[in-house]
């Protein structure tokens, strides 16, 4: 059946001082609780608002640990691929280099060192002048191809020259490149072969 | 409160609020993304689909395949693996270790010291992430979606409900061109006790010509037409496939790393 | 004698402004909803009889629930707030409804617009985003209408007589003012201008969750704390409560609705959950409020409105516990893409509002139209007809929801849930077949009166002194 006739209450206007009745006390507690809660989850699991933080990582720091190393298999993969991009055309896709163009750098004795900052300063920098190379002499220029490359990419390209055709040097390591690439901000290129022995390791 | 403006301002401020959050926020930290580096390769992700895949989009939109799929993969935890390169010069030494050492499973510090344990023993290690996950774990991929999967896409067909899996990585699983076209006109054919309704309507039955048509679909019997007749996917259904086989998230990317089995290459859509 | 029969005739001016304006909303809406749950019902069919469908495109599943989820949601739920919020606007203003053809006009634009999208879905040109799916067409139509009916309600609020603001007055101003605001939102950032990538999907989450969860509960708590304190014979328990749980509410629960394991940063479903969390703090102050004000009351209900506004308000606690997990991380990541999630939205929808909204109108519909109901019985059958569908229905789906994400989202064992949602949709059906036939004989009727009072005057004896001589 229909409701009874509604009888009209008009209720105590509210915030109106000493009438009716005022909030709990338990909905204080409670919403303190509460936002106590959610704060804390908030913390610990929004990361901040960074665009980089997906769960289940919680801080940029955590993201940045779990960030994988390269296989020894993908980064000469990725090395060959920067190396086909970027030095095949004047080094030779096999690293023999051709006369007038660029010297050889399988069996080449400024790659088969240990040196690592050398090695990193030449396509960074670029290389003018005479170097002998395997006995032959080179007065050519080379421009700074590796500059624009990321730290990862010029790791992996030196890596993989370093482990190609032949030669035995050591890897190449990323944080390698991007220390020297600190040290070595704005300087000019390399001056022939005087200037790649005073490159100090 | 006794008057309309405070109800009003009070409402203000509340969605406005949420507005900020959920609509403007979105708009500039999603809206102005750009493409990213896959780890430890040149390679930038996300690739723009190919034409064919762009209009198969629509398809998906038009079909209302997100009423029952969803694109999205979600990932619980992650975990780090250890894995042995090389023995070194006191194999022995280290295999000894290795019987008393838990290689998976590990959080990053306990496979560092691992993996630091064996390396003084002079073996060579490698440290993989592994992404885990109910979704990883049932096969449906190998990391979780991020924004960058869905970049170039207008509508974003997230989809809301699981009917059926999830196809984010579809392209990978199931990068069989055929295979989803036969699957698209007779579920049941390929997943027994499907409960997908068949989209035959994006399919043509024609009578054979006097050759069968390249197109036209290997049937099993009980969904074959009659004979003399042939199943033909209209363009919706090869624009549909195609999208579906472009669909992939299995390269690593800075905000959803995981270590790749193979180098990664640049995805193709295999016909 | 029936009491409703003999109107409160201070009320007749009030009720006479109302009347056209709320028959055009809500024989439409009554209309939208028989067709939305039958469409969504035959859609359901989809998982037990899956050919049944297939050779047309305009009948597949996507296309067939979407159409019904908008039908249910613009077609009936929407207008039907509406015309209610008008009637309370009126009557706490104690003046007529401000340009009442107005509200008229608009009726008539909205459920136009609601066929124009509708029709739009089964062509194929839904846009993709869930609960928005009406393209341009449809979507500038409602919003056109929702504004010309805005003017008339805030006329009407304008008017008022007594300047003091009653709890119901929080929740429907709150309301009028939502819905523009998110609506345009969306539209414009996702049809008309959209954003790159997947903050397209965040928005369309704000927006769902704000339409129907925020939106729908601020008109159905509105209606509730106008009613029920009439219905009760006493007045709302604890004003400064039902207050702060107003307040709470909207600056809370306008944050859920970001799904827990989301392709986007962190921060989102963080957000979300931590909402979830704060929003027991409403919805326990907002309960207290109502069962304090019920608790205790002798009247009976039989099966009529105040029925219907204490099941209606017992499925809004419902689904907001329902809600809470989903925003908590374990139990949301693996219930989001279930049924469970879809059970929730019905809950609130179907649950919730639909019936608090009928129970409203059942009510306010014979004082408006001077007249009783035609089919009085139908009112308790209806009411009965929706618990028992809802609950097949709500339970049916979050059960199969639970099980379906235990199975590693294996569907084939979870038919048999499908079979008895289909069942829940049928009992609503022919609930709001009772509804429609109600309203609709309703409107016959009044129609036929006013024909017969038109004959009569035409057909009345000629007074000598209007004959020439």
Known sequence: MMSNDPKEHTPAPAGS?????????????????????????FDESSGWFNAQIYKPYTDADQLEAYQPVSGAAAILAQGKHTYDTICAACHGPDGTGKPGQAPPLAGSEWVNDHAHTRLIE???????????????????????????????????????????????????????????????????????????????? | MNSGCRIFLVSFVALGLSWGGFVIAPAIQLGTQKQTAVLNSSLTYPEQRPGEATMGLQVYRRSGCAACHTTQLQQDGVECEVIVTGMGKTPVAVSNLLSSLNLTGLSKDDAQSASDQITAKGGKTEIHIVPTGGDIARGWGSRRSVSEDFLWDYPVQLGSVRMGPDLADVGSRLGSYSWQLLHLYAPQATTKDSTMPPFRYLFVVQKVGDVPSPDALQLPAEFAPPSGYEVVPTMAAEKLAAYLLSLHANVPLHDAPFTAAAPPEPTKAKK | MNENDKIDPANSAISVSCRVPLLALFGGAALWLVIGLALVMLASLNFHMPGMFSDHGWMTYGRMLAAGNDAILYGFAIPTA?????????????????LPLVPVLAANVWHLGVLVGIAAIFMGDSTGFQWL?????????????????GISAMATFGARRKRALQPAHWFLLAALFWFPWIYTSANVFLVAWPVRGVGQAVIDWWFSNNLIFVWLTLVGLGTVFYYVPKFAGRPLHNQPLALFGFVTFILISTWCGIPQGAPVPAW??????????????????????????????QTQCKGGPFCYM??????????????IPLGCPRFGVLAQFTEYAQAQSYM???????????????????????????????????????????????ISLAIGGVEQEMNNYNFTSGVIFMKFATLGFLLLLLGSLLFAANIFVMTLKWKLGLAKAFIAVIKRPLDASEVKS
């Open chain 1, 17 to 41: 001082p000493g009438n009716g009745p005022a909030l709990p006390v338990w909905i204080f507690s409670l919403t303190l609780v509460l936002l106590f809660l959610g704060g804390v989850y």
């Open chain 3, 133 to 149: 799916e009406f393209p341009r067409g449809g979507s500038v139509l409602l919003f056109a209408a929702y504004m010309l009916m």
């Open chain 3, 310 to 323: 204490k099941f209606g308000t017992t499925a809004f606690i419902v689904s907001a516990l329902m809600l």
């Open chain 3, 348 to 394: 609130q929808i179907l649950g919730f509002f639909s019936i608090v909204i009928c129970g409203a109108v059942y009510e306010l519909m014979p004082r408006v139209m001077g007249m009783d109901w035609p089919f009085q019985k139908f009112v308790r059958f209806q009411h009965w007809l929706f618990m028992g569908g809802l609950a097949i229905l709500v």
């Open chain 3, 82 to 98: 509406l015309g209610v919020m008008l009637w309370i606007l009126a009557s706490l203003s104690d003046s007529e409804l401000a």
């Open chain 1, 122 to 201: 030449i396509p960074q920098l670029g290389l003018n002048g005479q170097v002998t190379v395997k006995g032959q002499s080179w007065s050519l220029s080379m421009a700074p191809m590796g500059a624009g490359l990321s730290d990862s990419d010029m790791a992996a390209v030196l890596t993989y020259v370093r482990s190609s055709w032949g030669n035995k040097g050591d890897d190449v390591s990323a944080d390698d490149v991007k220390a020297v690439r600190g040290t070595i901000a704005g300087h000019p290129a390399i001056a022939g072969e005087t200037g790649l022995k005073a490159i100090k390791e």
């Open chain 3, 268 to 297: 989102f479903p963080a957000a979300s959950t931590t909402a979830s969390i704060l929003l027991i703090v409403p919805v326990l102050s907002l309960l207290a409020v109502f069962v304090k004000t019920v608790c205790g009351v």
